[in-house]
């Protein structure tokens, strides 16, 4: 179980500043910022990184890449029982036929939540985290008191996020890899009977394909009901 070096780790780190100037605003950047801005310069500098290119990768990962191809794969998965089974069985292919991989999705495991299993997924080490499904992944994710305290009290944060559940359902917290990045598979809400899978798909939150939320109910799916 190797994981990635941090630095090369998180090009989206380094340009998540990027094309604005806050220079003006310097004491408001944090540490990790300025770290990453002078990692950034000196790698320009050096020629190693172009600019541009970074300013294109980070564009794409905001904009086109995110967390509706992963809610495409869950209403996939909530309208076909053969596609879920693959899902559940080969991650990698059946996410990769909706035409979702690439780099940080070489290797997908998906995890089924049921009325008794919750999966909430964290990377200890650093922020490995499915892109080609999730896009890039949220601040807190990559923050050190999520990553530390969800493994010992993943219902204590889960609360956190604004959601409980019942008191019998286990918890299990997955702790993902640069080799092997994992997408939960939320439970269908109940009342969405005759769906479309676009519809469905509406209902996905990035939150609840890590664990850390739960999709939207059916009510707030009204007006894009099928
Ligand atoms: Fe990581």
Redesign the pocket.
């Known amino acids: 179980m190797s ?2 070096n941090p630095i090369p ?1 998180d090009p989206h780190e380094a340009g998540h500043e990027h094309g604005h100037d806050h220079a003006h605003e310097g004491s408001a950047l944090s540490e990790m910022e300025l770290r990453v801005r002078a990692l950034e310069s000196l790698l320009v500098e050096k020629g190693y990184v172009d600019p541009q290119a970074l300013d294109v990768l980070i564009e794409t990962y905001e904009h086109q890449i995110g967390p509706r191809n992963g809610a495409r794969v869950v209403a996939r998965a909530w309208s076909d029982p053969q596609y879920r089974a693959w899902l559940l069985d080969d991650a990698t292919a059946a996410i990769a036929s909706l035409g979702y991989s690439g780099r940080g999705g070489e290797h997908m495991v998906v995890l089924e939540n049921t009325p008794r299993v919750h999966n909430m997924v964290v ?1 200890t ?4 985290y499915p892109w080609p499904v999730l896009g890039l992944p949220p601040v807190w994710y990559k923050s050190a008191p999520y990553r530390s305290r969800v493994v010992i009290d993943p219902r204590g944060v889960l609360k956190e996020f604004g959601y409980e559940l019942p008191e019998d359902v286990e918890f299990r917290v997955w702790d ?3 080799e092997l990045r994992y997408l939960v598979l939320p439970m269908r809400p109940e009342g969405t009977d005759g769906f479309s899978e676009e519809a469905l798909a509406e209902l996905v939150t990035r939150d609840s394909m890590i664990g850390t939320g739960l999709p939207h109910a059916s009510r707030d799916a009204q007006g894009v009901r099928a």
């Not at 080490?125 to 490995?128: A, G, K, M, R, V």
């Open positions: 994981h990635e780790h990377c080490l650093c922020s490995c993902s890899t640069s």
